[in-house]
Structures are given as C-alpha cells and as structure tokens.
Nanobody
C-alpha cells in the first residue's frame, strides 16, 4: 500500500523558515515525480512546487518562486520543501503528492489531477 506522510508543519513568525518533509512507504519514490500543493478552506488546491524523478528539474508556483525550494532524497524515500521568507498568506495546509511519470502528466504538473497519491496534509501557520 502506497502511503505518503507529511510532517514538519507548525507555527512560525513572518520572515522565518520552515521545512516540510514527506516520507513514502510501500513505493520506490524514485519512480514518482513529486509535488507540493496547498489548500486554504473554501479554495482550490494550489500548486506550490514539483520535482522530477531524478531531482534535476524543479518547478515552482509564482507565489513561492525564490522563497521555497523542493528537493528529494531517493535513497531515503523522502521529499522536502524548504520554505523561507514566509508570509502570513502562506498560512494553510500543505500536501505532498506523487505522480507516476508520463509526459502528459508531467506537462500538467501544476494540476492536482495529475497526481496519483496524496499525503494527509500538514498545517503551516505564519504570524505577523
């Protein structure tokens, strides 16, 4: 059974850093492209970042570009999201997700529907 478990959420002051992690079990993570999304209550799931299977290629949503960094350690079956210069508007629940690679899926990496497996979400709260 494939399972993703996100962790590392918490409360932080605006301008500070926070690191999220996503651990995979029941799957060899290197077979999956990975992404992070976030979703506020009543809003659609928003693309945050994606990383290719090898980790060489990364993409970011416009609202986090230059502040967040996605990385992966395939040997440890983990994906991380290093967040810096956090803003109050970054407050929400963050989800990691895995996508079995195909070119059509990868072309739609910013769309939640392209991802097959989802973690449970971790809350990030940024205070001013």
């Amino acid at each position: 059974q494939v399972q993703l478990v996100a962790s590392g959420g918490g409360s932080v002051q605006a301008g500070g850093p926070l690191r999220l992690s996503c651990a995979a079990s029941g799957v060899t993570l290197s077979r999956y492209c990975m992404g992070w999304f976030r979703q506020a209550p009543g809003k659609e799931r928003e693309f945050v970042a994606a990383i290719s299977r090898s980790g060489v290629t990364t993409f970011y949503g416009n609202s986090v570009k230059g502040r967040f960094t996605i990385s992966r350690d395939n040997a440890k079956n983990t994906v991380s999201l290093q967040m810096s210069s956090l803003k109050v508007e970054d407050t929400t629940v963050y989800y990691c997700a895995g996508m079995q690679w195909s070119l059509p899926n990868w072309d739609r990496r910013e769309e939640a529907r392209s991802y097959d497996v989802w973690g449970q979400g971790t809350q990030v709260t940024v205070s001013s």
